[in-house]
């Protein structure tokens, strides 16, 4: 797989597909080539995608307000499957209840994600800070 290959899933006991299934599309039309692993995803779905297709991003969504319980450990993971380096990326609906989102960030930050993007953002905004992360034009 090439430079822009990236892994797109919703992780944890989350199903919802919608908003994955238009963040494959944009990312699609955008030259992107994703690896989709759909819903209900664990870290090792994710760890094993990466690995078998060589993806330079992996892109986490999560509606359910559970993403940082299962998101625990995801970094470390990482770095001992050898994906140290892979660009870590995460959005949704981050948190149960009404959260100061500076804090959110902070704790997926500090959980290893290099970006962290609210409800309602953009697939233009992921796109290209994917761009200028994988330093692609």
């Not at 499957?81 to 209840?97: R, S």
């Amino acid at each position: 797989m090439g430079e822009k290959t990236i892994v797109l899933g919703v992780i944890g006991s989350d199903v919802h597909a919608v908003g994955l299934r238009v963040l494959d599309y944009a990312l699609r039309s955008a030259g992107f080539e994703v690896i989709n692993i759909g819903v209900l995803s664990s870290q090792e779905d994710f760890i094993k995608a990466s690995l078998e297709t060589g993806a330079r991003a992996i892109l986490v969504s999560s509606l359910y307000g559970h993403a940082e319980l299962d998101c625990q450990g995801f970094k470390e993971k990482l770095i001992e499957a050898g994906l140290g380096d892979i660009l870590l990326y995460i959005g949704g609906n981050l948190g149960i209840g009404k959260k100061n989102w500076e804090e959110v960030v902070k704790r997926f930050k500090e959980l290893g994600f290099h970006r962290v993007y609210p409800p309602k953002t953009t697939p233009d905004e992921v796109i290209e800070d994917l761009k200028k992360d994988l330093g692609l034009k």
